[in-house]
C-alpha cells in the first residue's frame, strides 16, 4: 500500500459503539492514524465541511437519520464534491438497498457482520483510487499554474519588445522626445472614456507608441528636415504607416495585431480624405481614431524641427475645428470632457 494512504483522514459513521470501535481498531491496526468516529449522523456534514476527509464510511441502518438521509444531506448541500467516496456499511443485502445506495454516492459496500480482510481491501482500494484522483488534481493545478506562468512570461516579453520597438523607432525621429509614451497614455484615457473594456484599453495604450514604427523605414535626408516637405517627400513619408504595419502584421499576439492596426490607421481622417486606404467615418477601426486625436494633440503641443509649439489651448481649438472632418466627433468631446487628466499626463512626462 502507498505509505501516503496511511495518512488520509478517513470518517466512521455507525450508531453502534461496538462497530465504531471494532472499525477504528481495525484501521489503526493498519496504519491509518487518522480515524476519526462518530456514531451521531447528523454531526457528519458539519464534521466532514470541516475536517478535510479523504473517506466516509457510512451505516445504513441508524435511528432519527439513516445513512441515506446523510447522503441527500451530503449532496444536497454540495459538503463534499461528487468524487468523494462514500463506504456503506449495511447488513441488507437487498438489491434495492444497494442500487439506493449507488444512487446516493455510494463507492463501494462493506457488508455486515464485517469480514476484516474485507474491509481493509476495499478501504486500501478506495483510497487508492482518491489517491489517483487528488494526484490528477495536482497535477492539473500545476499544469494551470505552469501555463498561467509561461503566458505572463509572453505577455511581460511581449510588452518589452513593444517597448523597445517604439524607442527603436523614437531613436530614428529623436526631436519628438517622449512622444510616444504620452501617446500611449492619452490613448488609454480615451479608450476608457469611449467605454472599451479594460483589456482593450490596456493594449490600445501599450499599442499606441508603435503608431510611427514604419518610420525607421524612411531616409534621414527626409524624416529629418528641417522645415516642410514637398510634395514628393511627402508621399514617401506617407509610406510609413504602411512600412509599420508590415514590420507588424502576420502574429498571433493580440497586442502586435493592434499594434498593426494603429500603425495603419492612425493617417486615416473621419472624412475619408486621410490615408493609406482613404476611408470614413466608423469604418476607421476605433483604435486608429483614437490614436489619431492622441498623436496630433502631442505633435501640436511640442516642439518639431519644422514648428514650434503650440500652447494648449490652440491646441484644443484646432482638434475642435478638425472635429467631423479630420477627427471622430465623439472622441474628440471625450478627448474634451478629460483634458484636465491628458494635461496632467502631459506635465508627468514632459520632455
Avoid at 484501521?27 to 454531526?43: A, Q, R
Avoid at 437487498?94 to 446516493?104: F, I, P, S, V
Avoid at 517604439?166 to 517622449?178: C, M, Q, V
Amino acid at each position: 500500500m502507498p505509505e501516503h494512504i496511511n495518512r488520509y483522514k478517513v470518517l466512521i459513521c455507525d450508531d453502534s459503539i461496538t462497530n465504531v470501535l471494532v472499525l477504528s481498531k481495525l484501521l489503526e491496526s493498519e496504519g491509518f492514524d487518522k480515524v476519526t468516529t462518530l456514531t451521531e449522523p447528523e454531526k457528519v456534514a458539519f464534521e466532514l465541511e470541516t475536517g478535510d476527509y479523504d473517506l466516509l464510511m457510512l451505516d445504513i441502518e441508524m435511528p432519527a437519520m439513516n445513512g441515506f438521509d446523510v447522503m441527500s444531506q451530503l449532496k444536497d448541500h454540495k459538503v463534499v464534491d461528487e468524487y468523494f467516496p462514500i463506504l456503506i456499511l449495511t447488513g441488507r443485502q437487498d438489491n434495492e438497498t444497494r442500487m439506493q445506495a449507488l444512487e446516493g454516492g455510494a463507492a463501494d459496500f462493506i457488508s455486515k457482520p464485517f469480514d476484516q480482510a474485507e474491509v481493509i481491501l476495499r478501504v486500501r482500494n478506495i483510497l487508492r483510487v482518491r489517491a489517483a484522483y487528488k494526484a490528477s488534481l495536482n497535477h492539473a493545478k500545476e499544469l494551470e499554474h505552469e501555463v498561467e506562468k509561461r503566458t505572463r512570461e509572453l505577455s511581460e516579453a511581449t510588452n518589452i519588445l513593444i517597448q523597445r520597438l517604439a524607442k527603436a523607432g523614437e531613436l530614428r525621429d529623436n526631436e519628438t522626445g517622449r512622444h510616444v509614451l504620452r501617446v500611449g497614455q492619452y490613448a488609454r484615457v480615451l479608450s476608457e472614456a469611449f467605454g472599451l473594456p479594460p483589456d482593450i484599453s490596456f493594449m490600445i495604450e501599450k499599442a499606441a507608441p508603435l503608431h510611427d514604427l514604419g518610420k525607421i523605414g524612411i531616409p534621414d535626408n527626409i524624416l529629418l528636415k528641417k522645415g516642410q516637405l514637398d510634395d514628393a517627400e511627402r508621399e514617401i513619408m506617407n509610406t510609413h504607416v504602411q512600412i509599420g504595419a508590415d514590420l507588424l502584421n502576420e502574429h498571433e499576439s493580440l497586442l502586435v495585431k493592434m499594434a498593426s492596426s494603429i500603425a495603419l490607421n492612425h493617417h486615416e481622417r473621419w472624412d475619408g480624405t486621410g490615408y493609406p486606404a482613404g476611408i470614413s467615418g466608423e469604418s476607421i477601426p476605433i483604435e486608429g481614431r483614437i490614436t489619431a486625436i492622441c498623436d496630433v494633440f502631442d505633435a501640436l503641443t511640442t516642439v518639431r524641427p519644422y514648428k514650434d509649439a503650440w500652447s494648449i489651448e490652440d491646441a484644443v481649438a484646432e482638434l475642435e475645428n478638425s472635429s467631423g472632418s479630420h477627427f471622430d466627433p465623439a472622441l474628440v468631446r471625450l478627448f474634451m470632457d478629460n483634458l484636465e487628466q491628458i494635461i496632467a499626463i502631459r506635465e508627468t512626462y514632459s520632455d
